[in-house]
């Protein structure tokens, strides 16, 4: 579509004559857009850093993998009265066996148990180190992978053996500048010999999946005491399968479990989404109020910005009745003073989003949350807070309009 050439004629004029007059007020120019700037800065640190948490949890949870499944007696996030579940039966190996038998497209089953033991080798020694006894199926459903040696394997829990598979950080940290395979290590003054070594899987909610020492499962029970409840990790082909896969299993866990019909159940089915919906929740709430912060800072440099104009129509009263007394139109009048809000709230965006982003980073770089901002952040940012300059602008704009030209040349 062709703009007309008055129209475009009176964007440059206007845009033209704002520039010299921001120019020629350099130090209201700043402190009014240091007002837009704090605003954009402050949203845009604190968007980075929650869009960092988000997209540094759902890479954490992808480790559990998403096509896995684990079955206990109670929830991983725990709703409502907690009372509810005190009751429930824990699971038994027969369970398990039971479970393995009717529900085939299940590709591994594993029970999983754990606890916090201290960890040494020699005169090296570690604190709070996961314990977790597993089977050797456990290895499909993890995500581990072996990088020495071996995992576990069913002789080994058939005849509960003392071995263990150790985690990056206990290798790194009992076995500095050796191979750990085939020593020994003494978990709560009980040795174990270390038959394999696992892959760094990272850490997720500041927890490191690497500070872990797997056993057999019969070996855990034997050397830590029995009656421990315990979860079943299972795992199924493929990431589609998983609701289908769910659903069978209600059927099936309130078959081995003989749950009455007219009872609920008396377990749950947990899954890595069921913790990112639960996450979500939580950061939806702090992302709310973080850009309620932002826009009330925003709509400050925005009174701010309405001000200064209203200050500036006031002071260049009889530059304007002279322009329109020399036939200026009232849409020229509305352009200088819309392009004036514009460019002031348009540069704070610019450099509240550089500050802004500085910020995250400062803040990803010295501190363990993280950070990253998303382009269309960046980009809605500037654009918002060049509109706010408009809305802001469109009454001192129109009172500069409507001044009487002879009034306006009246007046000192």
Same mark, same amino acid.
């Given at each position: 579509m062709k703009v007309p050439s008055a129209v475009r004629v009176d964007v440059l004029e206007g845009a033209r004559i704002a520039l010299f007059s921001l120019r020629a007020n350099r130090m209201r120019t700043v402190l009014t857009t240091l007002g837009i700037g704090i605003g954009v800065a402050t949203l845009l640190a604190i968007v980075g850093i929650i869009q960092g948490l988000n997209t540094s949890f759902h890479k954490q949870l992808s480790t559990f993998g998403a096509n896995t499944l684990y079955v206990s007696k109670w929830p991983w996030i725990v709703k409502g009265d907690w009372w509810m579940y005190r009751g429930r039966k824990n699971f038994t190996l027969d369970q398990v066996q039971r479970l393995r038998n009717l529900a085939p497209f299940l590709t591994a089953i594993s029970p999983s148990v754990q606890r916090v033991a201290d960890v040494a080798h020699g005169s090296e020694q570690m604190s709070t180190v996961r314990i977790q006894g597993v089977t050797h199926e456990y290895l499909n459903i993890s995500g581990y992978e072996v990088t020495g040696g071996r995992f576990l394997t069913e002789a080994d829990d058939e005849v509960t053996r003392p071995v263990a598979v150790i985690g990056a950080d206990?290798?790194?940290?009992?076995?500095?500048?050796?191979?750990?395979?085939g020593r020994t290590i003494r978990i709560d003054n009980r040795s174990f010999q270390v038959v394999g070594t696992l892959s760094r899987k990272g850490k997720i909610?500041?927890?490191?999946?690497?500070?872990?020492?797997?056993?057999?499962?019969?070996?855990?029970?034997?050397?830590?005491?029995?009656g421990r409840s315990f979860e079943i990790a299972m795992a199924v082909a493929d990431a589609s399968q998983v609701r289908r896969a769910e659903d069978q299993l209600v059927g099936i866990i309130r078959r081995i479990r003989s749950t009455p019909p007219?009872?609920?159940?008396?377990?749950?089915?947990?899954?890595?989404?069921?913790?990112?919906?639960?996450?979500?929740?939580?950061t939806g709430a702090l992302y709310g109020v973080a850009v309620g912060v932002g826009l009330i800072t925003l709509l400050v440099g925005g009174i701010g910005i309405m001000n200064i104009m209203l200050v500036s129509v006031?002071?260049?009263?009889?530059?304007?009745?002279?322009?329109?007394?020399?036939?200026?139109?009232?849409?020229?009048?509305?352009?200088?003073? %819309?392009?004036?809000?514009?460019?002031?709230? =348009?540069?704070?965006? $610019?450099? #509240?989003?550089?500050? /802004?982003?500085?910020? *995250?980073?400062?803040?990803?770089?010295?501190?363990?949350?993280?950070?990253?901002?998303? %382009?269309?952040?960046?980009f809605g940012?500037? =654009?918002?807070?060049? $509109?706010? #300059?408009?809305?802001? /602008?469109?009454?001192? *704009?129109?009172?500069?309009?409507?001044?009487?030209?002879?009034?306006?040349?009246?007046?000192e």
């Open positions: 206990v290798a790194d940290a009992l076995f500095p500048g050796m191979s750990p395979v909610v500041n927890e490191s999946l690497d500070l872990v020492v797997f056993i057999p499962f019969k070996t855990f029970f034997s050397s830590f005491g029995k007219d009872q609920p159940d008396d377990f749950n089915i947990n899954k890595p989404d069921a913790m990112a919906q639960t996450y979500e929740q939580l006031r002071e260049r009263t009889r530059e304007i009745g002279v322009r329109r007394a020399l036939g200026a139109r009232k849409r020229t009048i509305v352009f200088q003073f %819309l392009m004036e809000a514009a460019s002031v709230s =348009g540069v704070g965006g $610019l450099l #509240g989003t550089v500050v /802004g982003l500085g910020t *995250a980073k400062v803040v990803s770089l010295i501190t363990p949350l993280a950070a990253d901002v998303q %382009l269309t952040t960046v940012g500037v =654009g918002f807070a060049a $509109l706010v #300059g408009l809305l802001f /602008g469109i009454w001192p *704009a129109a009172r500069a309009a409507n001044l009487d030209p002879v009034e306006a040349l009246r007046y």
